[in-house]
């Protein structure tokens, strides 16, 4: 079986998130059942520099009033199609925002003709040789691929659809449609016509196959107003074809056994070797030496994320003898409350902003606890991180949070099952109680241990929700 996937970013290449790690580890997932995935990504500048060896495999004349080419290259197993559209993707900035942080203003043209390229691609008249059975695009971003594919010549391919955070729609103006090159009848209701406007994604769940979400929680929660940002009408009438797959991570670039980006390796059997990790995160955010537990942040500063709550409760975690450590960017105002709560509690509470990836990985092997008090998140992956590697999930009851930690109640440490604390409401108080329990079973040694080593014997991999997939893609072919 031969797929086309289509991301806006894939690990190791881009990343701004979550949706990169998922498009970059599913494919080897999915490789022992046969199936061949082939994953066309822009061509950003981060992307061209680091694929040294590309060839030419295809090219369009005129995609949205330039020339373009789809080059070829492998990756560390990835098998990648890069489209090459200079005056689009050649950019000093990152994939969606420029230097200043600012959503460029072609954002719809740069990835309408993504999802263009893709759809060609699909029909087989572009890269010589190859047609795929069957097209798996991801979020807003890429979602016109199945909308152009219905009034191009790829009609017949089957397409998912997956939806990693419903809240990034892609909601442009209706003057933007005459540049789209679709037929007029696709602005319409049933098809990108958003409450008089282009939506990406509403397009993408109208007409795709099949619908997917990253956790089977945050299906259901998708289907209310409280979740669904509007389109929870559009998904109940496609309640048939809605199915939540929860994310895995990729065990071999996450494994503290033999990871190149922490100070000290260490397994469920060596947990003691995790000091070495503690110590150096000590040093690099220049925090005293101590016995109270770390709590870290890796994670966008916004809302959506409760980064609010944690600046909150810093203070109290400080009070009773922790330390706070965050790594992350995003709205100023959390980012200026964060730093504030460091400049009060020097030695207690520090941070780095931005994105690091070689320090997200320390953060996971040296903390003994991450907050992730997300007022929604769809899946979720730094809390499968920290199962990894030890580092105890202290996570809000929603989405895939809920669906991927098993909370430390009394019923939960009796069964020896539990692998972290969850709490609700998602609220400033909701999390101080849950940090007071933190402390309560990390004074207890043998119990904190336990959740550590039942953390790290869960299984996040792929291979679960891989054969989901398998089943899903089989089905819409008639395999299954």
């Known amino acids: 079986m031969n797929i086309l996937s289509v991301a806006s970013e894939v690990y190791p290449l881009v990343k701004t998130g979550g949706l990169a790690d998922v498009v970059g580890a599913l494919p080897a997932a999915l490789s022992p059942h046969g199936i061949r995935t082939r ?9 061209l520099q680091k694929l040294k060896k590309k060839k030419k495999v295809g090219s369009f004349a005129n995609l949205f009033g330039s020339p373009a080419s789809v080059l070829a290259a492998d990756l560390d197993g990835l098998d990648l199609l890069v489209l090459d559209l200079p005056v689009l993707y050649e950019r000093d900035g990152g994939p969606y925002v420029d230097a200043t942080g600012r959503d460029y203003v072609d954002n719809f043209r ?27 695009v991801h979020d807003w971003q890429t979602a016109l691929t199945p909308v152009y594919m219905r009034f191009g010549r790829a009609a017949a391919t089957p397409t998912v659809m997956t939806i990693h955070n419903i809240a990034f729609q892609g909601q442009f103006g209706p003057e933007i449609f005459a540049e789209l090159a679709l037929p007029p009848e696709a602005f319409s209701m049933q098809f990108v016509e958003y409450y008089g406007d282009v939506g990406f994604l509403k397009g993408g769940l109208q007409t795709a196959s099949a619908i997917t979400t990253v956790s089977p929680s945050y299906a259901q929660e998708i289907l209310t107003p409280e979740f669904g940002m509007g389109l929870e009408g559009l998904l109940k009438s496609r309640l048939s074809d809605l199915a939540g797959i929860v994310n895995g ?15 000290q390796h260490f397994s469920a059997t060596t947990l003691k070797q995790r000091a070495a990790n503690r110590h150096a995160l000590e040093e690099r955010f220049g925090l005293e030496q101590g016995n109270g537990p770390i709590f870290c942040v890796i994670s966008r500063l916004t809302w959506q994320k409760g980064m609010d709550l944690v600046a909150e409760v810093a203070d109290e975690i400080v009070a009773m003898g922790g330390k706070l450590i965050v790594l992350g960017s995003g709205d100023t105002a959390l980012e200026g409350a964060l730093l504030a709560a460091a400049s009060r509690h020097r030695g207690h509470v520090g941070m780095v902003t931005g994105y690091n990836e070689p320090l997200s990985h320390l953060m996971q092997a040296g903390s003994d606890a991450i907050l992730i008090p997300s007022r929604f998140e769809p899946c979720g992956l730094t809390q499968l991180y920290g199962l990894r590697y030890g580092c105890v999930p202290v996570v809000a009851r929603t989405g895939g949070l809920a669906d991927t930690i098993i909370d430390a109640n009394e019923a939960g440490l009796s069964a020896k099952v539990a692998t972290g604390f969850q709490f609700t409401p998602v609220s400033a108080d909701g999390l101080r109680l849950a940090i007071r329990r933190v402390f309560r079973a990390y004074n207890e040694p043998k119990v904190w241990a ?31």
Request: glycine fraction near 8%; aromatic fraction near 8%; charge should be negative.
């Open 39 to 47: 994953t066309l990504v822009p061509g950003y500048p981060a992307v």
């Open 110 to 136: 740069r990835f309408a003709a993504l999802s263009l390229a893709a759809a060609e691609i699909a029909a087989g008249d572009v890269v010589s040789g190859w047609k795929p059975d069957l097209v798996h």
């Open 249 to 263: 991570i990729d065990a071999d670039v996450w494994n503290p056994a033999s990871d190149p980006l922490i100070a």
């Open 450 to 480: 336990r959740l550590q080593t039942q953390g790290m014997k869960s299984d996040v991999s792929w291979a679960r929700s891989a054969e989901r997939y398998v089943s899903l893609y089989s089905g819409l072919l008639g395999k299954g």
